[in-house]
């Protein structure tokens, strides 16, 4: 079971910039993929971004609507993912969960953060 506690959310105004954190609750994110996802009022829920933390290293994936504004990252301790945002617009405007998704397993996310909210205004 992973526990995963998000935080760092809340009103910036558009151009400013935000760090989201996600963090686990007794183990590390070794061989998992740690996604960040977020979902707007009325809108489906939209995938963000991933890191892959494996023995050998990190890879990491970009949404095209992210891709130069965000970036994902870990703590040496690989306990905590980092999603910073920057030129923060309106649209980005949402609720932001992380996802783990243990590699070799379902590939799909089972573990979910409670959300944390970002609103941008113009």
């Known amino acids: 079971q992973v526990q995963l506690v998000e935080s760092g959310g809340g009103l910036v105004q558009a151009g400013g910039s935000l760090r989201l954190s996600c963090a686990a609750s007794?183990?590390?994110?070794?061989?998992?993929?740690i996604g960040w996802f977020r979902q707007a009022p009325g809108k489906e829920r939209e995938f963000v971004g991933r890191?892959?933390?494996?023995?050998?290293?990190?890879?990491?994936y970009y949404a095209d609507s992210v891709k130069g504004r965000f970036t994902i990252s870990r703590d040496n301790a690989k306990t905590t993912v980092y999603l910073q945002m920057n030129s923060l617009k309106p649209e980005d405007t949402a609720v932001y969960y992380c996802?783990?998704?243990?590699?070799?397993?379902?590939?799909?996310?089972?573990?979910w953060g409670q959300g944390t909210q970002v609103t941008v205004s113009s």
């Open positions: 890191i892959r933390i494996t023995w050998n290293g990190d890879s990491r």
């Open positions: 007794g183990r590390t994110f070794t061989n998992y993929n």
């Open positions: 996802a783990a998704d243990e590699l070799g397993g379902s590939d799909d996310y089972d573990y």
